[in-house]
């Protein structure tokens, strides 16, 4: 994939970009996440760190998005 980094593990230029994560969720796709196809470990197309993580502050808002959704939808029963 363009504008990649080699698979920091064995070398292949044979990348393709993560399109989705349990761990990333609906941000993935902003994420540089990549995987090598020969030797299949995931890492940062970018920087080329191996198993990157989601930043925080996209765990913090999606908490805040379900915290209000749940609250919003007890409020809509409670208020039946």
Excluded: E, H
Excluded at 4 to 14: M, N, R
Excluded at 18 to 33: D, K, S, V
């Amino acid at each position: 994939m363009r504008n990649y980094l080699p698979c920091p593990a064995c070398g292949s230029q044979d990348i393709m970009k993560i399109r989705y994560t349990l761990q990333g969720g609906m941000w993935t796709p902003f994420l540089n996440f990549a995987k090598c196809r020969a030797c299949r470990p995931r890492f940062d197309g970018k920087t080329g760190k191996l198993n990157p993580q989601v930043p925080k502050i996209f765990r913090i808002i999606s908490g805040i998005i379900l915290m209000t959704f749940l609250g919003a939808l007890l409020w809509f029963v409670v208020s039946l």
